[in-house]
């Protein structure tokens, strides 16, 4: 390597995908590396896990309740507060939202956190929302709060990627898939198959 830096093979798995177990056990001794499997973590999120699993989304949910907690119970004013959850309660799912599809239930409890923060603060007590979530969402210009909605973040950073699959370039990831699946890109684009299973990363 260029730069001098070397794999450490100690604190490495490898991981096969439809390969015999003969050969992940000869691979891992010649390595001397530890044998992994799916799912795994990569840069905090989770590779090969099922995008429609709430316990795939739990740890992001947990992330933001405790940044909350974080915050303790200081004063923080109303402009404050929506400053917060554009800057950090919108920002920390981005990595997420730009590789996997927002389940419902999911989106409906980072709401929730969300809401109950920017109309209640982090202390207890009952949070009164005063104003409709999709009001709140609307631009200023149009009488909401300017609160981003993270399901149009979602389907903003997935569609990169449809951008990404009908550029002209010839990406390996792009040919991986018309390999695997055998089918055209315009195939790809089609409205009824937003959302399958088998290409989380472009649904």
């Known amino acids: 390597m260029v730069s001098g830096l070397k794999i450490n093979f100690f604190k490495s798995s490898l991981i096969g995908v439809n390969v015999e177990t003969s050969f992940m056990d000869m691979a891992c001794n010649f390595l001397n ?5 799916l799912p795994f973590k990569y840069l905090g999120l989770p590779v090969g ?4 699993s709430m316990s795939t989304w739990e740890p992001l949910v947990e992330n933001l309740s405790g940044r909350l907690n974080t915050w303790g119970h200081k004063y923080i004013s109303f402009g404050g507060r929506i400053v917060l959850v554009n800057a950090v309660l919108n920002v920390i799912p981005i990595f997420y939202l730009s590789l996997l599809k927002l389940p419902v239930q999911v989106w409906k409890r980072i709401v929730r956190i969300q809401r109950e923060f920017l109309w209640g603060g982090v202390g207890g007590g009952n949070k009164i929302s005063w104003v409709k979530w999709e009001t709140v969402c609307q ?5 909401g709060l300017g609160v981003k909605d993270i399901r149009l973040m979602n389907v903003s950073l997935l569609a990169k990627w449809r951008w990404r699959l009908i550029d002209g370039d010839t990406a ?4 991986a898939l018309r390999a695997k699946y055998g089918i055209g890109v ?4 089609v409205g009824g198959f937003i959302g399958a299973p088998r290409l989380g990363v472009l649904a």
């Open 139 to 143: 631009s200023k210009r149009n009488g």
């Open 33 to 37: 590396c530890s044998e992994g499997s």
């Open 49 to 52: 896990a099922n995008s429609r």
């Open 172 to 175: 390996l990831w792009k040919e």
């Open 186 to 189: 315009d195939n790809l684009l």
